[in-house]
């Protein structure tokens, strides 16, 4: 079945530790992108990619980093340096050529510093 | 840039009633209107995409319409049931591929 696949489900972390959040699609699309979402808010968007090997910041990059190496995998970096990382991330994915291109989501990474 | 408003941010309704969640956005120009569902602690799945050139998407119970010009979007769902309680959430996306997102209604059905 095609999808996008996110991991860990549950991540806890120690302030001032690194951690990588993986998300790998099989749905062949162009564009990922990596969302927050906090407790009754909207999703915020921390960086996205249309192609491989180029990404862009997005609202909230301040202390994230990502790199786009392969076109299925799209994976998120939470440094050090971000202030309150706690939160629900959701990576998408959609087809960038397409104007009408849908947008598919993972199931969520859920991060909670200690 | 695109702001998306969604109103009410929480409903609650007897099972059975029929209902419209409202979508609005500040930029006409467009490409897509897009309606999700999210539950508890999960990810978002599609429920309707509407493109620009259309007024309205089916599917099942759930109509979305579409109105660029007035900048509204809405999403009725007939004969509600307890299962439909989740966060509905709309995004558009604009001409550089990036999609905006509403704060969601969250829907609660009583049995």
């Known amino acids: 079945d095609g999808g996008i696949t996110q991991s860990p489900k549950y991540l806890f972390r120690k302030e001032g530790q690194n951690v990588t959040l993986s998300c790998e699609q099989n749905?062949?699309?162009?564009?990922m992108y990596w969302y927050r979402q906090d407790p009754g808010q909207g999703l915020r968007l921390i960086y996205y990619s249309q192609i491989v090997n180029d990404f862009q910041k997005g609202d909230i990059a301040e202390g994230y980093s990502v790199s786009r190496e392969k076109k299925e995998s799209f994976p998120l970096t939470v440094t050090s340096a971000q202030k309150n990382p706690t939160a629900f991330y959701l990576c998408?994915?959609?087809?960038?050529?397409?104007?009408?291109?849908?947008?598919?989501f993972g199931e969520g990474s859920r991060l909670t510093v200690l | 840039k695109q702001e998306v408003t969604q109103i009410p941010a929480a409903l609650s309704v007897p099972e059975g009633e029929n209902l419209v969640l409202n979508c609005s956005f500040t930029d006409s120009a467009i490409y897509n209107l897009q309606w999700f569902r999210q539950d508890p602690g999960k990810g978002l799945t599609s429920l309707l995409l509407?493109?620009?050139?259309?007024r309205e998407q089916t599917s099942g119970r759930l109509n979305a319409s579409l109105d660029k010009s007035s900048g509204r979007s809405t999403l009725y769902i007939a004969a509600s049931q307890p299962g439909d309680s989740a966060t509905y959430l709309c995004a558009g996306k604009d001409n550089f591929n990036k999609f905006y997102f509403g704060s969601g209604t969250k829907l609660n059905v009583k049995p």
């Open positions: 509407i493109q620009s050139s259309q």
């Open positions: 749905l062949n699309h162009d564009a």
């Open positions: 998408a994915s959609s087809i960038s050529w397409a104007r009408t291109g849908e947008l598919f």
